[in-house]
């Protein structure tokens, strides 16, 4: 049995990160004091009345039992209310709306709800893996695209409109990207969905850093635009927003057809999350928004931090505008490394954890992700510690 291959298996690369977790964990191990940017895993604290809400609900009879796969009646009117708010969209809670285990949960059984083996899958490179893995691992076949939302990304998905086969069954779009962090306005909105609509493409739409955004102009849904609802779905997390990234809270939201298909996977592998989880998610949505600001404040100033303190040290780093992340060429005296080498030489010369941008797909290798997931004074040390390393290299 040890040596059966399982085919969905053998469609996953190996695990690009696991060499840096290894000498993370190891350079731990002999003491070292490891700045690790390399993860996005919030470390700010869930606001308080967040987690009073699920306090208050655990104590209640029967929020032990299960839940609703789809989402508590509550929290989907919550999500209702947020985008009617902060996009001016109306949903039906009932039949456009489901919660899910987070963002990713969501795109990885909606390509098992949608997806055939065979069917081809217009997905950016480099991007967060589930967007291609999700559908690898449900048969489908990827075709990459660019990442940058502009006439080269839809070029590329007209070629491939003509040229594959079989027709493609669905984009992928994620804006704010993660890693890239570049940022799509309406109008490139409205051509994606113009030529959706023409072509009878599903577009996916991974939102997750709606709210991470650093230059006053909140990024737009798809859902925006007249007639999206015929052909999307879009994806959103709490985990960011709300510093929630354990609690593993999510939506899908958009055309009622695909929304059945996922709610129809789900009700077969889940009961959604834990009620009073639930109930605390409504809380967040419903309540006061000033922890929203706060917590983009708060990366605002690390990412500010970052930049100037990285680029003291020798290290030039475009600023983003928004997510959580910066994407940062490799250094011109390591670019014939690779992401990958060079993340690990980070890792036992300056004490550093970052995430190689291969991990995101091949046209990712020139560059590393870095995490604002490290306060100011430590964010300013992993730049010290680089500095010594380029000077000394």
Known sequence: MKNKQFHRIKRLPPYVFQPVDA???????????????????????????????????????????YSASAGIPGLRKAQVKYYADR????????????????SKEGFANMAQAIAEPGDVIL???????????GFLMAGGVIRQIPVS?????????????????????????????????????????????????????????????????????????????????????????LSKTYSMPGWRMGFAVGNEYLIAALKRVKSYLDYGAFTPIQVAAAAALNGEQDCVADVRQLYKERRDVLVESFANAGWEIPVPKATMFAWAPLPEKFAHL?????????????????APGVGFG???????????????QRIRQAARNVRKFLESS
């Open 23 to 65: 000498l993370k964990a190891s350079a731990r191990a002999g003491g070292a004091d490891i700045i690790d940017l390399a993860m996005g895993n919030p470390d700010p604290e869930t606001p308080r009345h967040i987690k009073d809400k699920l306090i208050e609900t655990v104590n209640k009879p029967k929020t032990n039992r």
């Open 123 to 133: 997905s950016p490179n480099p991007s967060y893996p589930i967007h291609a893995f």
């Open 362 to 376: 091949e046209q990712g290798d020139g560059y590393i992700r870095l995490a604002f997931v490290e306060n100011e």
């Open 87 to 102: 996009f001016g969209v109306k949903l039906d809670a009932d039949t456009q709306v489901v919660a899910t285990l987070g």
């Open 149 to 237: 939302p502009d006439d080269k990304f839809m070029d590329a998905i007209a070629r491939a409109v003509q040229y594959s086969v079989p027709k493609p069954l669905a984009v992928v779009l994620n804006y704010p990207s993660n890693p890239t962090a570049l940022v799509a306005d309406i109008e490139f909105y409205r051509e994606v969905v113009k030529f959706a609509r023409k072509h009878e493409l599903i577009v996916l739409s991974d939102l997750a850093y709606s709210e991470i955004y650093f230059d006053g102009n909140p990024p737009p849904s798809v859902l925006e635009v007249e007639g999206a609802m015929d052909v999307c779905v879009e994806f959103t997390s």
């Open 338 to 354: 690779g992401s990958l080498e060079f993340a690990k030489l980070l890792v036992t010369e300056a004490d550093l954890a970052v």
